[in-house]
């Protein structure tokens, strides 16, 4: 049950509200990554909704409104596939007002744009990763970029882990500081690892152990209990000594996942690893599967998902909790065979009586597809640099901003 608002964390930077931007030019770094479909058709525009409130509060003020994002990979050449023409047509809908596009990145055409620009008038430049030195951090492009405003506004949450032109750069030149949506996210994300409300569960899985490691070692004493699903479950049933057959495992990850489990447990967190799964020879959707218990898993079978015991165990486990952060699905949740025990939790997760933080990517989409979003306190829009903050440490994109005196 998503409970009210949550008193934001510290957040030691300025944001756009304490800065004149009156008539001002004002760049904001968005984050309009958005999935598109084979049609250049925007499948999910979250990303584009959660940056309205600081793209609005600039038209509100008077400012003239520079919108920079990248989308997708398109290694640093223009590449229509990748074009965020789709996405100035979606904002302009949803802002109902209209969104000039200007095809060039920098130089004189975008200059002279914003140049013609009255306060109020927002203008979306193309993808920044059309440009190979957006992920090259250039100083150069970012200077460019500086060029076209006064005042720069991060909202980007879902890049600020990247040490990239428009977010690290831009800041050198000119005055940077936070938009709502950094705010917001920095303000759950680190708040709730600061200071939570108990008792404090992680839920965590998805496909690695490496990639949750970071976060594993920093929540050792901040938690009160750890679920752990997904592939990444299986590397922790292994350095238990119990075979796992052709389960996913990460040989080399074996010692340091029995060492925290041991760190938890001396930690007093209660630690939770799945106790039956559901089993096929392959990852594909027409594969033949079997319920075992974690102990029985054959040799050439692999687990892809938690079973309904697992569910019943962490669900119990979820049941007393006041706060909750859940990143990584149970299992390979695509394929409809072994989605039942991710959108199960999301369900637990949903219906708990806590303040409920979901990380971003598949998990996002797994929250999503169980149709519980509504029911989440907060969803992430950054997957790695939501796992950053969930590590403990400081995002450049961040850092580069102005400090609040
Ligand atoms: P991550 O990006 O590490 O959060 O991993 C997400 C991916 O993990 C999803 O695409 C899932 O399909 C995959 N995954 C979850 N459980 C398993 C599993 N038991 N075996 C293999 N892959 C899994």
């Given at each position: 049950m998503a409970r009210g608002a949550f008193g934001q964390g510290e957040f030691g930077k300025l944001t756009i509200e304490d800065v004149d931007i009156k008539g001002k030019r004002v760049f904001i770094r968005v984050d309009f990554n958005v999935p598109l479909d084979e049609n250049m058709m925007i499948t999910d525009d979250r990303r584009v909704r959660s940056a309205l409130p600081t793209i609005n509060y600039a038209i509100d003020e008077g400012a003239k409104v520079v919108l920079a994002s990248h989308m997708g990979r398109p290694e640093g050449r223009p590449d229509p596939r990748w074009s965020l023409a789709p996405v100035a047509r979606r904002l302009q809908r949803l802002l109902n007002k209209e969104v000039l596009f200007s095809h060039d990145i920098y130089g004189k055409p975008v200059k002279d744009m914003v140049a013609k620009m009255r306060p109020g008038d927002v203008l979306l430049l193309e993808n920044l990763r059309f440009d190979p030195g957006e992920e090259a951090g250039d100083p150069k492009f970012a200077e460019e970029l500086a060029s076209l405003a006064d005042i720069y506004v991060n909202d980007a949450f879902g890049a600020a882990h990247r040490k990239h032109a428009s977010?690290?750069?831009?800041?050198?030149?000119?005055?940077?500081?936070?938009?709502?949506?950094?705010?917001?996210?920095?303000?759950?994300?680190?708040?709730?690892?600061?200071?939570?409300?108990?008792?404090?569960?992680?839920?965590?899985?998805?496909?690695?152990?490496?990639?949750?490691?970071?976060?594993?070692?920093?929540?050792?004493?901040?938690?009160?209990?750890?679920?752990?699903?997904?592939?990444?479950?299986?590397?922790?049933?292994?350095?238990?000594?119990?075979?796992?057959?052709?389960?996913?495992?990460?040989?080399?990850?074996?010692?340091?996942?029995?060492?925290?489990?041991?760190?938890?447990?001396?930690?007093?967190?209660?630690?939770?690893?799945?106790?039956?799964?559901?089993?096929?020879?392959?990852?594909?959707?027409?594969?033949?599967?079997?319920?075992?218990?974690?102990?029985?898993?054959?040799?050439?079978?692999?687990?892809?998902?938690?079973?309904?015991?697992?569910?019943?165990?962490?669900?119990?486990?979820?049941?007393?909790?006041?706060?909750?952060?859940?990143?990584?699905?149970?299992?390979?949740?695509?394929?409809?065979?072994?989605?039942?025990?991710?959108?199960?939790?999301?369900?637990?997760?949903?219906?708990?009586?806590?303040?409920?933080?979901?990380?971003?990517?598949?998990?996002d989409l797994a929250v999503s597809r169980a149709g519980v979003s509504d029911s989440i306190s907060f969803i992430s829009t950054g997957g790695g640099a939501s796992l950053q903050l969930l590590e403990g440490k400081e995002l450049p994109g961040i850092a580069a901003l102005r400090d609040k005196k």
């Open positions: 977010i690290v750069g831009i800041p050198r030149s000119i005055t940077a500081v936070a938009g709502f949506l950094l705010r917001k996210e920095v303000g759950y994300l680190q708040g709730v690892v600061s200071n939570p409300v108990r008792p404090f569960t992680a839920i965590l899985g998805g496909a690695k152990v490496s990639g949750k490691i970071g976060v594993l070692e920093n929540l050792i004493d901040k938690v009160d209990k750890v679920i752990v699903g997904g592939g990444m479950a299986f590397t922790f049933i292994k350095a238990m000594g119990y075979e796992v057959g052709d389960s996913l495992v990460e040989n080399e990850m074996l010692e340091l996942a029995e060492k925290i489990r041991g760190s938890l447990i001396r930690n007093n967190v209660k630690f939770y690893l799945p106790v039956d799964c559901v089993i096929a020879q392959s990852i594909e959707p027409q594969a033949e599967t079997k319920l075992v218990t974690t102990q029985e898993i054959p040799r050439g079978w692999k687990a892809l998902d938690i079973g309904p015991a697992s569910v019943k165990l962490f669900s119990e486990a979820l049941a007393n909790a006041k706060t909750v952060i859940w990143n990584g699905p149970m299992g390979v949740f695509e394929i409809d065979a072994f989605s039942r025990g991710t959108f199960s939790i999301a369900h637990a997760v949903a219906d708990a009586y806590a303040l409920t933080i979901v990380g971003g990517g598949d998990t």
